[in-house]
């Protein structure tokens, strides 16, 4: 399995950006699908973004669309997500996952079909 571990979380303004990071140990990191999730307060864990092996494609969540970008670095086995023009609805603490098998053409992505995980960094925007 691959160990996850996040960073780049903290609190800021309506209309700022963020990037997360994710790195990646263990595993062969090149084969999954990495993906970022995120769960704010009294919700239910939701996706955001995935990146397939080798980025041949990507995917994301109506909500984020045109204002998120992920990427990944396969030889730093770390991957990404940049986040622009936050809002308030962002808020949440966002995961970066791997897919349970690597090589995985699934097209759409559930948290069920993620078998790691990082410990969750938060992300805060205030209005």
């Known amino acids: 399995q691959v160990q996850l571990v996040e960073s780049g979380g903290g609190l800021v303004q309506v209309g700022n950006s963020l990037r997360l990071s994710c790195a990646a140990s263990?595993?062969?990191?090149?084969?999954?699908?990495m993906a970022w999730l995120r769960q704010a307060p009294g919700k239910e864990r939701e996706f955001v973004a995935a990146i397939k092996w080798s980025s041949i494609n990507t995917y994301y969540a109506d909500s984020v669309k045109g204002r998120f970008t992920i990427s990944r670095d396969d030889a730093k086995n770390a991957v990404y997500l940049q986040m622009n023009s936050l809002k308030p609805e962002d808020t949440a603490v966002y995961y970066c996952?791997?897919?349970?098998?690597?090589?995985?053409?699934?097209?759409?992505?559930?948290?069920?079909?993620?078998?790691?995980w990082g410990q969750g960094t938060q992300v805060t925007v205030s209005s």
């Open positions: 996952a791997a897919d349970r098998y690597p090589y995985n053409f699934r097209s759409s992505y559930r948290p069920a079909d993620f078998g790691s």
């Open positions: 263990g595993g062969t990191f090149s084969r999954y699908t």
